[in-house]
């Protein structure tokens, strides 16, 4: 049974790094032709920051990939005799939450590069040393502190109920549920500064918007954002009574009122259809199907590995393949997603005009350097938005007038919340 878990996870990442070289060698072949939606030399600069993305990505795959390997072949089993003198309940913490801080060490390197190295080098960082170590240092702190009662919540149910996975599933879909309630609030009070909209002609038409879709907010906020990064990006947080509107300083300072009318009229679509939750019953089912397999897993797999099938065990497993588990399951995600991003800009033409939202569209690409083009397969297994010529074309944007050859990009990142 181990072997053909190791053998899967080895398909995963093949797969994976696979799709990550069609998509740096689609965009280099890309990149010669004729500059779209953007000036040549934007062009030029967007896609050399995808590709550096990209293989920063792959990187982080392979480190993935031996972490898997370390924590199957001995790691875990390593723990759990360190840990064996604490109660039950105490080891799993111990145990889980030490595999969540090893993985987060590990990948910190590569999160500063890709901060202080790539988006540094394309003008998107603004962060300084003291503002992301103060970040990461209050992220891990959080984490640890609601991980652990998580993880403590998890423990008690695996211990004490013979329907352990579903009951499991119900704790952990509520407590995602409760992260989004939370989430606009955790978030100003520790890492954004939020301030009312001061503009109060903006201010009254967005009321006016939300009013006409039946949007109730507790406020519309601005979000000190420009001082981590110079990219673009708004956000409804929230569910019920907790929703409010945040738009970031560094999309007010680059659009002008009704581009910015016409982003939020997009958002306001996908409240209108219900895609906040649509998304959360999707990933619903997903952690459903997970918990599912994994409350069915042979003893004999926890045996082959050295170790008791105990709750930390059990735990630190599912952790281990979720990300594979997502990867299979995402497609079938991103093809419900970009149908939705569609009907959004759909109504957001509507609220705001089509023209507008063409505008705003191509000033977010324009900002936040996003490559116009994507390998299908890449656009299959990870995009959540439709290509944004796809997107500008259902608009009716005139791609071929002169007009158009600006510096263009998708909401990616406007929905849904991106912490």
């Known amino acids: 049974m181990i072997v053909t878990l190791m053998a899967l996870f080895t398909l995963y990442v093949v797969l994976k790094l696979y ?33 550096a993305r990209e293989r920063l990505s792959m990187v982080s795959t392979l480190i993935e990939y031996a972490l898997f390997l370390f924590w199957m072949g001995g790691l875990l ?16 913490v111990a145990v889980v939450m030490g595999f969540v801080l090893i993985g987060g060490i590990v990948s910190l390197p590569l999160e500063w590069y890709g901060k202080f190295v790539i988006d540094a080098r394309f003008g998107f960082n603004r ?32 211990a004490n109920a013979a329907l352990w996975w579903l009951w499991s599933f119900l704790f952990i879909f509520a407590v995602i549920i409760a992260i ?43 979000s000190d954002a420009s001082k981590r990064d110079a990219k673009l990006n708004a956000y409804f947080g929230g569910i019920g009574k907790t929703k409010r509107v945040v738009l970031f300083d560094t999309l007010l300072q680059k659009l002008n009122h009704k581009e910015l009318l016409a982003v939020l009229g997009h958002e306001l ?38 170790i008791a099938e105990a709750p930390y065990s059990v735990m630190v497993l599912f952790l281990l393949l979720m990300s594979p588990l997502g990867f299979v399951m995402m497609p079938l995600m991103g093809m419900l997603s970009r149908h939705n991003e569609f009907e959004a800009d759909r109504k957001g033409s509507e609220l705001g005009g089509a023209e ?28 959540t938005h439709p290509p944004v010529l796809e997107r500008l074309k259902a608009l009716g944007a005139d791609l071929t007038s002169a007009d158009e050859v600006h510096e263009v990009d998708d909401l990616g990142g406007l929905w849904p919340i991106k912490p």
Not at 181 to 190: E, G, K, S, Y
């Open 269 to 306: 679509g996908h409240f209108a259809h219900g895609d906040i939750y649509k998304n959360i019953a999707a990933v619903g089912l997903m952690l459903l199907v997970m918990f599912a397999l994994f409350g069915n897993l042979p003893e004999s797999l926890y045996l082959e590995m050295g």
């Open 180 to 222: 989004n309630m939370l989430f606009p609030t955790m978030r100003a009070l520790f890492f954004d500064k939020l301030t009312p909209l001061e503009d109060k002609e903006l201010d009254a038409q967005i009321a006016q918007m939300m009013e006409a879709t039946g949007f109730q907010s507790s406020g519309v906020f601005v």
């Open 356 to 383: 507008h939202l063409v505008g705003a569209l191509k000033k977010l690409v324009s900002e936040n350097k996003s490559f116009p083009y994507s390998h299908p397969l890449y656009i299959f297994f990870h995009t």
């Open 19 to 51: 799709v990550s070289v069609m998509q740096i060698g689609y965009i280099n072949e890309r990149k010669k032709s004729e500059a779209v939606l953007m000036s040549a030399r934007n062009f030029h600069d967007a896609a050399l920051y995808a590709t």
């Open 77 to 92: 089993v390593w723990f759990a005799d360190v840990t064996m003198g604490l109660s039950p309940m105490l080891q799993s």
């Open 127 to 158: 962060s300084t040393y003291a503002q992301y170590i103060k970040d990461t240092l209050v992220s891990t702190f959080l984490s640890l502190l609601f991980g652990s009662l998580v993880v403590a919540g998890v423990h008690a149910i695996i």
